[in-house]
Protein backbone atom coordinates (compact mmCIF):
# COMPACT_ATOMS: atom_id res chain seq x y z
CA UNK A 1 0.00 0.00 0.00
CA UNK A 2 1.35 3.40 -1.04
CA UNK A 3 0.30 6.82 -0.17
CA UNK A 4 -0.95 9.79 -1.53
CA UNK A 5 0.59 13.51 -1.24
CA UNK A 6 -0.64 16.55 -1.90
CA UNK A 7 1.58 19.71 -2.75
CA UNK A 8 1.45 23.39 -4.13
CA UNK A 9 3.57 25.23 -6.60
CA UNK A 10 4.01 28.39 -6.76
CA UNK A 11 5.97 29.78 -9.79
CA UNK A 12 9.34 30.67 -9.24
CA UNK A 13 9.21 34.73 -9.39
CA UNK A 14 11.99 36.70 -9.33
CA UNK A 15 13.12 36.24 -6.20
CA UNK A 16 12.63 32.72 -6.25
CA UNK A 17 15.28 32.79 -9.14
CA UNK A 18 18.14 34.67 -7.70
CA UNK A 19 18.09 32.47 -5.24
CA UNK A 20 17.96 30.02 -6.70
CA UNK A 21 20.96 31.00 -9.33
CA UNK A 22 23.11 31.62 -5.88
CA UNK A 23 22.05 28.07 -4.85
CA UNK A 24 23.42 26.25 -7.89
CA UNK A 25 26.79 28.38 -7.74
CA UNK A 26 27.71 27.38 -4.42
CA UNK A 27 26.53 24.18 -5.55
CA UNK A 28 28.44 23.83 -8.66
CA UNK A 29 31.57 25.75 -6.51
CA UNK A 30 31.58 22.86 -4.21
CA UNK A 31 30.89 25.80 -1.16
CA UNK A 32 28.49 25.91 1.60
CA UNK A 33 25.43 27.15 0.59
CA UNK A 34 24.83 30.31 2.78
CA UNK A 35 22.10 29.84 5.45
CA UNK A 36 19.84 32.72 4.38
CA UNK A 37 19.02 30.67 1.08
CA UNK A 38 18.55 27.27 2.72
CA UNK A 39 16.13 28.64 5.11
CA UNK A 40 14.85 30.40 2.11
CA UNK A 41 14.24 26.89 0.34
CA UNK A 42 13.42 24.82 3.66
CA UNK A 43 17.04 23.65 3.08
CA UNK A 44 16.06 21.76 0.10
CA UNK A 45 17.20 21.74 -3.65
CA UNK A 46 15.38 24.46 -5.52
CA UNK A 47 12.98 22.88 -8.00
CA UNK A 48 12.74 24.61 -11.89
CA UNK A 49 8.96 25.01 -11.38
CA UNK A 50 8.91 27.07 -8.00
CA UNK A 51 8.51 26.71 -4.26
CA UNK A 52 6.34 24.52 -3.00
CA UNK A 53 3.97 24.20 -0.15
CA UNK A 54 1.49 22.38 1.64
CA UNK A 55 -2.22 22.20 0.74
CA UNK A 56 -4.73 20.38 3.24
CA UNK A 57 -7.07 17.59 1.55
CA UNK A 58 -8.48 15.37 3.41
CA UNK A 59 -9.31 11.43 2.60
CA UNK A 60 -11.99 10.11 0.27
CA UNK A 61 -13.67 7.05 0.36
CA UNK A 62 -16.54 4.95 -1.44
CA UNK A 63 -17.38 1.53 -2.59
CA UNK A 64 -13.93 0.52 -4.38
CA UNK A 65 -12.51 3.94 -4.50
CA UNK A 66 -9.99 5.83 -2.49
CA UNK A 67 -9.00 9.21 -2.64
CA UNK A 68 -8.40 12.74 -1.50
CA UNK A 69 -10.27 15.87 -1.57
CA UNK A 70 -9.08 19.33 -1.49
CA UNK A 71 -11.04 21.95 -0.73
CA UNK A 72 -9.70 25.10 -3.20
CA UNK A 73 -10.85 27.58 -1.03
CA UNK A 74 -7.82 26.66 1.53
CA UNK A 75 -5.11 26.64 -1.17
CA UNK A 76 -2.30 29.28 -0.60
CA UNK A 77 -2.05 31.97 -2.47
CA UNK A 78 0.19 32.05 -5.17
CA UNK A 79 -0.19 28.47 -5.67
CA UNK A 80 -0.94 27.94 -9.36
CA UNK A 81 -0.11 24.20 -9.62
CA UNK A 82 -1.05 21.17 -7.67
CA UNK A 83 0.81 18.39 -7.64
CA UNK A 84 -0.35 15.30 -6.35
CA UNK A 85 1.99 11.97 -6.18
CA UNK A 86 1.92 8.54 -5.61
CA UNK A 87 5.02 6.94 -2.86
CA UNK A 88 4.72 2.97 -2.31
Known amino acids: MGTLAVVGIKPADEEYKKK ?8 DAGVPIPKEISEFFDYEEPLKEGMTTEVQSSEYSAEMTEGLVVDLSTVPKGV ?3 RFTWTY
Do not use: R, V
Request: glycine share 0%.
Open 80 to 82: KLI
Open 20 to 27: AAAWNACS
